[in-house]
């Protein structure tokens, strides 16, 4: 048990100590790495360690990196050098990265981290043994707790927060500290703080990392709040389908307890604190506070109108302070650095950095962390590498699916809360999908509505009638059957919804739909003026046809599902046009360049 | 894995001792849910009785709740379910061909599960593994960088 600063800074040196003088490789081994094969990378070095049975080598399996385009990952360290970074890793590679480390010299890192990252959040991610408490705090861990039990009255936690300006990166912005006050200020006899772990939005998992990367960050924020608003029960609301992050947690909440730094008297204080997990079971709308509040209570994940917001009557009628995982993980560092140090970072009316997503058609895929107020320039271009196969950037889709696109007119704007909005996307939780010439964005638009019509809960008929009328009229522009009325209707239904929804769900969900009428208006009127698909996405819209290009290697008709192709060998091939599904199969398989696609 | 797609009555004492182990009741029906479908690998009328008897929530509910959440399911799955990841990230880099070839490949259709009880084919919205997309499960076990032309060659890993 643990009772003092100084037990902290005990455990934090032995464990420094132990380690400095050693050999130390680090392979990240959440999710996206051991999909990318990690595991077998872990595995080799395992065997080899234990095969020449040196104890001056530690292997450490950590999350994420945020690497994703160069998984698996590993990070090397000699003593008194530092680490160096090596991506794509496969079992040759670790063989000889093995050879390097035994005559104690590794080559440079062949991967290069952009400058213009900056890493508050993501600090430990894929740098420290999750499961590991002892490395936790050798990365200061439960400091930023010792702290404020020993140190600072509840106002003062609360003033700390509000001063340092974070704003709830789950999507809204909402000032923090404020939403902490409110919990503050509404007295009962029990309070909870809820961290929501649901993270639904398609193309986003920085959460994820974080609470496979560093759980105890999240943790000991939680604590913190907990101390701040007059609580002594947290619960973590979580996705059932991230078995890896549930594991990761309940091996750190069981850590914690075990060290006093969770349960009864913590710090030797009066201050006690447990925390539980809570599962999610798929449904989007559970990223609402009310809806997800609901769920942890059993019952359908439905929305309810705020007033009351949950400050005042949350989780069982309780004052409940609910906050997402990355704003949890910004508040250790705002208690041990101080609100004047995190206001130093990012732009005045949004202080700090954002962890984004970064998907789609951009080189370096990957999780990256900058300022706010970084342009989308230097995220796609520089820390993103541009575009895949080097094609035309179209736009980025930002904030899920309450989001909208923005185009290449937008991108020296310097992102923010407030900048988004104004370019008709927003912040959401931080997802960025970069989509080229060859993405349509009426289908973007169309696959969103998709999304929305299924997590609808179904409540208020303007979400759920509405999303659905939109969906269908979307359809028909994609099928080739839309009018240039249907272009105007669209807009009206999309402000309709947008105004008579109950929730963030139904209030949001035609914003794809705005942002892509407003911003590729043109792309629209193709469809139904000239019933084409400029990107060639929308199967009914598009034809196969052979030219003269053909040679009649028959490598088409072998690949032809439905036998659409005929044709002699040697001679140039012909497509039915009646017979065609438009699967693209005769495209991808030629190789000669004879199959046109317009 | 003794209990998947299987109603016997040790699943049920399974299920039974669960509940009995918990702190409280109140509020716990997803809890229970969870547990259940992880026992009988779906949750078929006979089990959503049990639960509703033994949590004393009218049966209604517990199937208003079932049926709310994508997680929760009323079919058995396959031998080896497969998920295709539709989120957005997958979407663009071209998941739909992956979920028509496997369609094609099993013969069956969404949420479907083949005559010989191998396999089962359900979508699924972002396993948070964007950068490895498209993505698709079998089972446990997640398949990334995914291309139409490779779906008949993992299919075969599991013949």
């Known amino acids: 048990m643990l009772k003092t600063i100084e037990d902290l800074k005990q455990i934090k040196n032995k464990f420094l100590e132990k380690n400095n003088e050693k050999i130390q490789i680090k392979v990240s081994m959440a999710t996206c790495g051991i999909t990318a094969g990690a595991d077998s990378i872990y595995e080799y070095f395992k065997d080899e360690i234990d095969r020449i049975n040196n104890n001056k080598i530690v ?91 020993t140190n600072m009255s509840q106002e003062e936690v609360i003033n700390e927060i509000k001063k340092s ?61 907990g101390y701040a608003i ?68 059993g019952k359908r994940g439905e929305p309810t109108l705020k007033p009351p917001f949950p400050a005042e009557a949350g989780y069982w009628e309780k004052p409940t302070n609910v906050n997402n995982v990355e704003t949890y993980a910004n508040i250790t560092a705002i208690i041990n650095k101080g609100s004047d140090w995190f206001r130093s970072i990012g732009t005045e009316k949004s202080p700090g950095t954002k962890v984004f997503a970064l998907a789609g058609k951009v080189k370096n895929v990957g999780l990256i962390e900058v300022p706010m107020g970084t342009t989308l320039r230097d995220v796609i271009f520089d820390i993103g590498g541009g575009i895949v196969g080097n094609k035309a950037f179209k736009a980025v889709q930002t904030g899920g699916p309450s989001g909208g696109c923005l ?72 099928d080739g059957k839309g009018t240039l009325n249907d272009l105007d209707l669209l807009k009206d239904l999309s402000n309709t919804i947008k105004r008579a929804s109950l929730c963030g769900l139904g209030k949001t969900a035609p914003n794809p739909v705005l942002s892509t009428l407003d911003k590729f208006y043109d792309e629209y009127e193709a469809h139904v003026k000239d019933k084409k698909c400029p990107a060639t996405v929308c199967t009914n819209l598009i034809k ?23 044709g ?31 | 894995m003794k209990c998947t797609n299987q109603v016997k009555d040790s699943c049920f004492r399974e299920l039974k001792d669960f509940i009995d182990s918990l702190e409280t009741k109140k509020g716990e029906l997803i809890t229970v849910l969870h547990k259940a479908q992880e026992i009988f690998g779906y949750l078929p009328v006979e089990v959503q009785e049990f639960v509703s008897e033994e949590l004393n929530i009218p049966l209604s509910e517990v199937y208003g709740v079932i049926s709310f959440y994508s997680f929760f399911t ?48 359900d979508v699924l919205r972002c396993v948070g593994a964007c950068g490895m997309a498209p993505v698709m499960l079998i089972g446990k076990k997640t398949y990334g960088r995914v291309t139409a032309d490779e779906v008949k060659n993992i299919l075969k890993e599991y013949k």
């Open chain 1, 544 to 566: 196969f046809t052979i030219t003269d290009k053909c040679i009649g290697c028959t490598m088409c008709a072998k690949v032809c599902p439905t036998d659409a192709i005929l």
């Open chain 2, 74 to 121: 009323t079919t058995p799955k396959g031998e080896h379910p497969i998920s295709v990841c539709m989120g957005t990230a997958c979407y663009v880099n071209g998941s739909e061909k992956i979920l028509d070839e496997l369609k094609r490949e099993l013969g069956i259709k969404v949420g479907e599960t083949t005559q010989d009880g191998k396999f089962s084919l």
């Open chain 1, 568 to 598: 002699r060998v040697k001679e140039k091939h012909y497509i039915y046009q009646e017979r065609c599904i438009k699967c693209g199969s005769c495209y991808n398989a030629c190789r000669f360049n004879a199959i046109k696609k317009a």
């Open chain 1, 230 to 297: 007059g609580s002594d029960e947290g619960i973590i609301y979580i996705r059932a389908e991230y078995p890896l992050a549930i594991e990761r947690l309940k091996i750190a909440i069981k850590q914690a307890e075990d060290y006093g730094l969770l349960g009864e008297n913590i710090f030797g204080t009066n201050f006690k604190f447990k925390i539980t997990l809570k599962y999610g079971a798929g449904a989007f709308v559970c990223g609402e506070e009310t809806a997800l509040i609901h769920s942890m209570e």
């Open chain 1, 165 to 225: 300006g974070l704003r709830g990166r789950g999507g809204g912005g909402f000032p923090t500290g404020l939403k902490w006050e409110f919990a503050y200020k509404n007295k009962a006899n029990k309070k909870y703080v809820v961290c929501n772990a649901d993270e639904g939005d398609p193309g986003a998992f920085m959460d994820r990392s974080v609470l496979e990367g560093d759980p105890h960050s999240v943790l000991e924020a939680m604590a913190i709040c």
């Open chain 1, 59 to 149: 292997l450490i399996s950590t999350g994420c990196m945020g690497l994703c385009h160069s998984e698996p990952t590993i990070e090397v360290t000699l003593p008194g050098q530092k680490p160096e970074i090596y991506g794509n890793v496969d079992v040759k590679k670790a063989e000889n990265i093995f050879k390097d480390i035994l005559y104690k010299k590794v080559k440079e890192s062949d991967i290069i981290i952009s400058s213009k990252q900056k890493k508050i959040v993501l600090r430990n991610c894929g740098f420290m043994d999750p499961e590991n408490i002892d490395d936790a705090i050798s990365k200061d861990a439960y400091f930023a707790l010792n702290k404020v039990l």
């Open chain 1, 407 to 478: 185009t290449k007119n937008e991108l020296d704007t310097p992102i923010d809360f407030d900048t988004l909005k104004e370019q008709g996307s927003m912040m959401g939780s931080g997802g960025m999908i970069v989509m080229d010439e060859n993405d349509c964005m009426v289908a973007v638009a169309k696959f969103y509505l998709g999304f929305t019509v299924d997590e609808s809960c179904g409540k208020c008929t303007p979400c759920r009638i509405g999303n659905k009328r939109l969906y269908e009229i979307l359809e028909k522009i994609t």
